[in-house]
């Protein structure tokens, strides 16, 4: 292959810059051509809350245009370092931003495809010698172009056991994160004090990852209107008693192991909606009308679990119950 | 003698450039793309060495050309590695798109051309690579 041809016949992206390379860029006009105001807007519709993470987002877009018209006019050739790490609790919308963050990274022309990979530990670490680099492999190589997301990305590392065989993905990942930037991003994620501590053993991991960003708890009042919205997208209304026994729901079930957040919520929703059906079952006489089949009503929630647990704990003397909930 | 097998191999080698379109455009079918290798250039040898298995689930070519650059690192020096593209869309796995994406180092040598005299002087012809004179892995070195 020795005797290739000068490459006359092809654009090359840099002959296409060099003949047409602009005076002046308006970012103003690039922001709206490029799609990516139209991914902030839905980012910030869809997603309740979380003001911190939308801001770093917003940063990071503004960036990555600006950086975008510093190549196209000659100013920079490298391709800025992306990969990121999302930090928070369970239910907090990690998976729901990365893919948000596909989209956008693809509007920008910084991925080619805009896909988004979702792997765990057991994707990448294979179960015997040998195995373990070509799995990995076959993972990146289905996640080149997009945007690789690894979940609980602490799990790779496993300081207890010195021949585990995650070390060896984590620097197959690390090795084709250096070299191929321009071919895939990857986004770590996971609980922040243990994903702080898997920096701290992997320091490759931390001086390749430019931007770490922090998904804080949900308020109260931002789990509500998630209650709100889900219910809404699936054509379900809460009723004023309703509303305020879900208040009280949130208000408790925090206080109680294993809360994850929106995902909680959801489930608690899940479950009142079969209760509601139930409910609807036994009780009915005669037919329903489009109302009553989509009102969600008090007793639909107050029935969970979940009340019975803190009142048990307000009132100590009353047998406990041994359930945690779910 | 230049081996000319499959897609393309009338024109000047492709750049990693224009593969890369081509792996996009087969991915863009919906085709999976297989990499193999030989050095044995017979035209009746169809059926060369896999590397890996066929690359299905794959969205951007850049998958495709990191494992070409692996097999290039390993056979890129005495070996020929061509690219297919399979369609399975029929129900069964077809080659819409073959073409040669390396070749060996050392120079191509080409065939010889063997005759046989048979009875009534009937003459039976067979082709040979000069490369296939040495064994499997020395050739073209």
Known sequence: MSDRPAASDTETPDAETAEERPKAIDLREEYESSGVDEVLRELDE?????????????????????????????????????????????????????MRMADLLYRLGYVRRGHLVTVT??????????????????????????????????YLYRPENERD????????????????????????AGYSDRMEKFFESNPGFRSRIA????????????????????????????????????VEYIHHRRAQPHFANARSIRNALDRARLRQANRLFETAEGPLSAEELSKIDASD????????IAEDEADPDREKDQQTPK | MRITQGAFSFLPDLTDEQITKQVQYCIDNGWAVNLEYTDDPHPRNTYWDMWGHPMFDIEDAAGVMYELAECRKLYGDNRYIRLSAFDS????????????????????????????????????YTTHPYATRKPQGARYS
Not at chain 1, 301 to 308: E, H, T
């Open chain 1, 121 to 154: 530990r057991d994707d990448l670490v294979g179960q015997y010698i040998g195995h373990t680099a070509p799995k990995t492999k076959e993972v990146l190589k289905k996640a080149m172009g997009g945007v690789l997301f690894i979940d609980e990305a602490y």
């Open chain 2, 89 to 124: 869309t029929q129900g069964w796995e077809s080659v819409k798109l073959s073409f040669i994406v390396n070749r060996p180092k050392g120079e191509e040598d080409g065939f010889w051309l063997q005759r046989t005299e048979g009875a009534g002087r009937k003459i039976r």
């Open chain 1, 211 to 246: 931007h770490h960003i922090d998904f804080p708890d949900y308020t109260d009042d931002e789990l509500i209107r998630i209650a709100e919205l889900t219910l809404g997208e699936q054509n379900y209304t809460l009723s004023a008693e309703a509303r305020e026994a879900m």
């Open chain 1, 46 to 98: 869809s997603l309740v809350g979380l003001a911190p993470v939308k801001r770093r987002i917003r940063e990071t877009a503004a960036l990555l245009l600006v950086e975008r018209a510093r190549k196209r006019m000659g100013l920079a050739h490298e391709t800025p370092t992306l990969h990121m790490s999302f930090t928070g609790n369970p239910g907090t919308g990690k998976t729901t931003v990365a």
């Open chain 1, 301 to 308: 929630i107050r029935a969970s679990r979940v009340f019975k």
């Open chain 1, 165 to 188: 065989y995650g070390q060896e993905a984590i620097e197959i990942l690390l090795q084709v994160m250096e070299n191929q930037r321009d071919d895939l991003v990857v986004i770590l």
